[in-house]
Nanobody
Framework: QVQLVESGGGLVQPGGSLRLSCAAS????????MDWYRQAPGKQRELVAV???????NYADSVKGRFTISRDNAKNTVYLQMNSLKPEDTAVYYC???????????????WGQGTQVTVSS
C-alpha cells in the first residue's frame, strides 16, 4: 500500500504565494508520474500540473507561468510552487501518483487526502 500526504495549503491574499508538498510512502518500487489536481466547490476535479519520469512537465493553461511543479525523487516528494495566486485558484488541491510497488507490477493510482487553498483578501 502507498500513502500520499499533502501539506502547505492555507489562506493567502491575491497575488501571494504558497508551496504545496506531497510525500509518498509505503510500498514503492518506482513512481511513474506525480500530479496535482484541484476541485473548487460545485466544479469537477481538474488537472493542474503533472511531472513524469524524466522530469517532463505539463500545466493547465490557467496556471501556466504562475505555477511550477517539481519533484525530489530521493524523497518521493512532489512540490507545487504557486505564485501570483488569484481568487479563482481557490480549491482543494489533491496529489496523485502512479506507483509501481514491484518491478513486475503495473502502476497503480493513488490519491492524497487533499489540502485547502483559499485565495482571498
Amino acid at each position: 500500500q502507498v500513502q500520499l500526504v499533502e501539506s502547505g495549503g492555507g489562506l493567502v491574499q491575491p497575488g501571494g504565494s504558497l508551496r504545496l508538498s506531497c510525500a509518498a510512502s509505503g510500498s514503492i518500487f518506482s513512481i511513474a508520474a506525480m500530479d496535482w489536481y484541484r476541485q473548487a466547490p460545485g466544479k469537477q476535479r481538474e488537472l493542474v500540473a503533472v511531472i513524469i519520469i524524466g522530469c517532463n512537465t505539463n500545466y493547465a493553461d490557467s496556471v501556466k507561468g504562475r505555477f511550477t511543479i517539481s519533484r525530489d525523487n530521493a524523497k518521493n516528494t512532489v512540490y507545487l510552487q504557486m505564485n501570483s495566486l488569484k481568487p479563482e485558484d481557490t480549491a482543494v488541491y489533491y496529489c496523485h501518483a502512479l506507483v509501481r510497488s514491484a518491478a513486475t507490477e503495473n502502476p497503480r493510482s493513488y490519491w492524497g487526502q487533499g489540502t485547502q487553498v483559499t485565495v482571498s483578501s
